[in-house]
Nanobody
Framework: QDPLVESGGGLVQPGGSLTLSCKAS????????IHWVRQAPGKGLEWVSV???????FYADSMNDRFTIARDNAESTLFLQMNSLKPEDTAVYYC??????WGQGTPVTVSS
């Protein structure tokens, strides 16, 4: 079983919203900081956000005020609420623990 499995991606119009999920298994989810990282077509990895084990949250400047990261430790699930989406948010979104364990990614396309 994969330790991290993302879901919730899809096609959305500019200005729309999506909520991504990352279901974790096989480790004590609540003990770890979990990151969201994205990769746009033809580009490198871009860090998006992190939520630490103590709940403190950090965001890349370009996502601040539009994206919200959250975690449900009881369900071992990480979330990314994305609002006011822009075409430049089009990417595959990954969750990762320590940049050593990665999910398979979920694609997000922002287009009219």
């Amino acid at each position: 079983q994969d330790p991290l499995v993302e879901s919730g991606g899809g096609l959305v119009q500019p200005g729309g919203s999506l909520t991504l999920s990352c279901k974790a298994s096989g480790f004590i989810f609540s003990d770890f900081a979990i990151h969201w990282v994205r990769q746009a077509p033809g580009k490198g990895l871009e860090w998006v956000s992190v939520i630490r084990a103590d709940g403190e949250r950090f965001y890349a400047d370009s996502m601040n005020d539009r994206f919200t990261i959250a975690r449900d430790n009881a369900e071992s699930t990480l979330f990314l609420q994305m609002n006011s989406l822009k075409p430049e948010d089009t990417a595959v979104y990954y969750c990762t623990v320590g940049f050593g364990v990665w999910g398979q990614g979920t694609p997000v396309t922002v287009s009219s």
